[in-house]
């Protein structure tokens, strides 16, 4: 790659500058700032698309009454039943009953404190969900990437 | 407490800690030197092990082994220390600042708050140099940033002790005793024989120039095995793998072609040079395969055609990669 070829297409770097390693004109390594690459900012946007989508049919399980509110932070914070049993140290098979609403209803303080700490979030956050998928993604700038 | 430790911004984050770290022991070291002394370069492809639900795809050695490695062939003695319990591990990180050392810790960064927003993801072999500690926050020196940062010890211990795949076990590690002769040039041959080793010979299918054949032949048959949208995001996933923060592009070839040039001049072998060019064009062949597997992600065509058109690409620089390391294996024995 050519110095003068490495590219500044900014996407959800959120103002972040990355370094590419480029060859200068008289043929010798340097290190040039890039704020970013097309190529990335669409397999980027591509991957959240993913958990975006994914997000909306959880909450439309939740408001259908299949699916508990844990279900939708734990999709949030990109994790499955697995993962979230290893961060919270609750056995797997429960964390998989607490994705049922019967049985989150019924969750003690003590756990729900478990896995709102985890999210960061309060309790009460915890028992509810967004309208719609609330990630905070960096404004996605389409002008430049096109 | 703050240690003056200089911080400089690298395209890795690995090859960045050690570079920062011997730089800061008075060995002017550049990231490119650190990565192929350290053998770097590689390629992996394991599809029993998942990072965010899709297969593992590494353009780079496992992690921890760069420093491992640099810091042996240097003959630096390091400490290195892994931890059960969170506060243990935060009462050493903090007893080794306070005797004026930085400590370089593996963390994951879907926990760290610095990062932008997209880019965490639950990715657990990421280094930083810590070099401070003021009230409740650690002061950082995160190599693929261009300032130092900061970070509340609370979400560095949550990063500290990520779970998963790759989980680092609040992993710290640091320079005990800096050797009293340094041969960088005798490090640097053996980094390159290890590099060649690793991608020519290591008789499995998963790794070096067979595994991107591997891949090559999987990823052609995706859009059958997996349905359109999951073929998808395991092409935008190896993509990401190999361009993501943190490869300086084309999945560390670029990089390693950089180390080239510089090991040129330090072995004063021509040959080097040239090979250094040819580096460069793997590296950018790997940059067309990015550019065209995300207009295939754009674009959502998945037919037959384009995965096949995109495994060919693959075996391209299969064959170049084979050609190039053979030659390279040959310069260096010679």
């Excluded at chain 1, 500058?17 to 980027?44: C, F, Q």
């Excluded at chain 2, 989980?167 to 590690?173: I, T």
């Excluded at chain 2, 359109?228 to 793998?241: C, D, F, T």
């Excluded at chain 2, 995300?294 to 064959?319: I, M, N, P, W, Y």
Aim: charged share 25%.
């Amino acid at each position: 790659m050519k110095k003068a070829d490495v590219p500044q297409q900014s996407g959800l770097m959120a103002g972040c500058r990355e370094v590419n390693y480029a060859v200068d004109d008289d043929g010798s390594y340097t290190l040039a700032p890039s704020s970013g690459w097309e190529a990335k900012n669409v397999t980027l946007l591509h991957a959240w698309e993913a958990i975006i989508d994914q997000l909306e049919k959880e909450l439309a399980d939740i408001r259908a009454g299949r699916k508990s509110p844990l279900c939708y932070h734990m999709v949030k914070n990109q994790m499955d039943p697995t993962l979230l049993a290893k961060y919270s140290g609750v056995p797997r098979w429960r964390v998989k009953r607490h994705l049922k609403p019967a049985v989150f209803a019924k969750l003690d303080q003590v756990v729900l404190t478990g896995y709102a700490d985890l999210f960061g979030i309060s309790i009460d956050e915890l028992c509810r969900v967004p309208d719609s998928p609330d990630l905070a993604l960096a404004e996605f700038d389409h002008s430049e990437s096109r | 407490m703050k240690i003056d430790f200089p911080h400089r911004q690298f395209a890795h984050c690995e090859s960045g800690v050690t570079a920062n770290l011997l730089n800061y022991y008075g060995l002017p070291c550049s990231e490119a030197m650190a990565f192929g002394i350290g053998g770097g370069l590689f390629f992996a492809y394991v599809p029993f092990v998942k990072i965010n639900f899709l297969p593992l795809t590494t353009f780079r050695i496992g992690p921890g082994s760069i420093f491992r490695k640099t810091t042996k062939r240097l003959g630096v003695k390091v400490g290195r220390q892994k931890f059960k319990d969170s506060r243990a591990a935060e009462q050493e990180l903090d007893r080794l600042l306070a005797s004026g050392c930085p400590v370089g810790a593996q963390t994951g960064v879907f926990w760290l708050p610095y990062f932008p927003p997209a880019y965490r993801f639950h990715f657990n072999a990421h280094n930083l140099v810590v070099y401070g500690k003021e009230a409740d926050e650690y002061l950082i020196s995160d190599p693929i940033f261009e300032e130092p940062v900061r970070c509340a010890a609370r979400d560095l211990r949550k990063a500290r002790f990520a779970k998963g795949a790759l989980a680092p076990k609040g992993k710290l590690y640091y320079f005990e005793k800096m050797p009293e002769q340094l041969d960088v040039a005798q490090a640097a041959i053996a980094g390159i024989k290890d590099t060649c080793w690793a991608m020519l010979k290591i008789p499995l299918p998963l790794v070096g120039v067979r595994g991107i054949r591997l891949l090559a032949r999987q990823l052609a048959k995706w859009p059958a095995k997996l349905g359109e949208k999951n073929a998808l995001q395991h092409l935008g996933h190896v993509v990401r793998m190999q361009e993501e923060i943190g490869t300086g592009g084309g999945g560390f070839r670029l990089l390693y072609a950089a180390f080239l040039q510089e090991a040129a001049a330090l072995l004063q072998n021509q040959h080097l040079l040239e090979l250094s060019e040819r580096c460069t064009e793997v590296g950018d062949r790997w940059r067309e395969f990015a550019v065209a597997a995300s207009r295939v992600c754009k674009g959502r065509q998945v037919g037959l055609g384009s995965f096949s058109e995109l495994a060919d690409l693959l075996r391209h620089c299969a064959t170049q990669e084979e050609a190039l390391f053979t030659d390279l294996h040959r310069a260096i024995t010679r």
